[in-house]
């Protein structure tokens, strides 16, 4: 069993200049360049583990009741944040999410080993509990050190807004979140209400609120969680270690991220990679990052090999929460697709809410960022990119419950561009026998 106190990680520049920052620092930027910080674990201090004893620890304590190792993330916590001490963790049980294997869609795909995971089952019903889990913990590490904190604050597109407000509620700290108004769901805008956090609702979109909350939390007193702050990485990152062990250990051939920000597909190459060097798996999958094309800087990147990349401003599409034309994060994604022979690819508004339409025919319940990723699948498996007999999984990372509006649009038509190919009604009957008969016996 590793020591507590073996293992350290800090903050360092991501383009690589000169300097180490402690994770308790308020620090966001690298002082020298500007560009974002990532945080780097000691990998010397780490490998006096093997990988077969890193998978057995991780494997050991996978869904397990005791506090805090059951949950996901703090399961792994060694790799993540390993200078938290148990006492500070704010945890709601995140991570340790089903990788479906989507029996009825690799049919319908023409892929036989497609497996979806399902991020969005999760408290707040998306993927960015995972990462909130170890930013207000820390938060709450530093609060109790004596530093003055009085509230953490971000700018949102509803999922992250929805995953700060529960986890500041459990812990007890203020929450402030800027949300760009009429563009998110009913239900992402309920969750940081009910859970008591101060809900801004600006004119603007996500990226006008960013440039605010980043202005507003230069004033120390108020801490950032936006997915800027490398810490929430660091927890996304496990996304990559828990695919590969629930497949026994083995590495998809392809991963496939919706991507609007872009910490997320950072996050899992970070994992990737980190599980690699560690010998926990013996290769690395390839990477697609999915974009809606209503909100594609990254995939314009693309089409140019990555020789330049220019933020622009990005359309309404029904996949709001990656809506999204100036990513915070992407230089690491770029650097990230580059290593792990990565695509972009993007969806339509009719391709995106035709394919979440029919991975719901096939079981699940998905969100229209899932959409996003499905359509992207088709993609590149009608045109060979993938395999029929490749392993690929889809990362889901929102409960299609929160965009209830969505669907319910999608099954009306009242989507006005397109048709919805796989709408479904209720019947309106008389409340006889005889006409739900007549019914059934034209259905089945
Ligand atoms: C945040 C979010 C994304 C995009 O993740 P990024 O890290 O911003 O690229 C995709 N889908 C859902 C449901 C999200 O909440
Ligand atoms: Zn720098």
Known sequence: MPQKNKFHAVYRCFAGCEGEYPLDEIIYRCPTC?????????????????????????????MQPQHPFGSGIWGKKEWIN???????????WEGGTNLFAAQRLRKMMGIDNLYVKLCGNSHTGSFKDLGMTVLVSQVKQMIASGQEIRAVACASTGDTSAALAAYCAAAGIPAVVLLPANKIS?????????????????????DG??????????RKDIYLANSMNSLRVEGQKSISVE?????????????????GNLGNISAIGKGFQMAYELGVIDRLPRLVCAQAQNA?????????????FYPKQAQKTLASAIQIGNPVSVHKAIKTLKAFEG??????EEELANAAALGDLAGLFTCPHTGVA???????????????????????????LKFTEFKQKYHESHLKEFASRYANLPKTLPATLDAVMEAVENRI
């Not at 695919?243 to 991507?259: F, M």
């Open 243 to 259: 695919i590969t062990q629930q497949l026994q250990w083995l590495v998809p051939d392809w991963v496939v991220v919706p991507g």
């Open 296 to 308: 594609n800087p990254l995939y314009e990147s693309y089409q140019n090999g990555f020789a330049d």
């Open 343 to 348: 695509i972009v690819e993007q969806a339509s």
């Open 186 to 206: 009913v239900a992402q805008l309920i969750q940081p209400l009910a859970n008591g956090a101060l809900t801004l609702s600006l004119d603007t979109d996500f």
């Open 209 to 218: 609120c960013m440039a605010i909350v980043k202005q507003l939390t230069e």
């Open 34 to 62: 500007g560009g974002l910080l990532e945080v780097q674990h000691d990998m010397d201090s780490l490998k006096v583990m093997s990988g077969k004893e890193w998978r057995n620890l991780f494997e050991k304590r996978f």
């Open 374 to 400: 499905l359509a992207a699948t088709q993609k590149l498996r009608d045109r060979g990119d993938i395999q029929p007999k490749e392993t690929v999984v889809v990362v889901s990372t929102a409960h299609g």
């Open 82 to 92: 390993p200078t938290m001490q148990d006492e500070n963790i704010v945890s709601l």
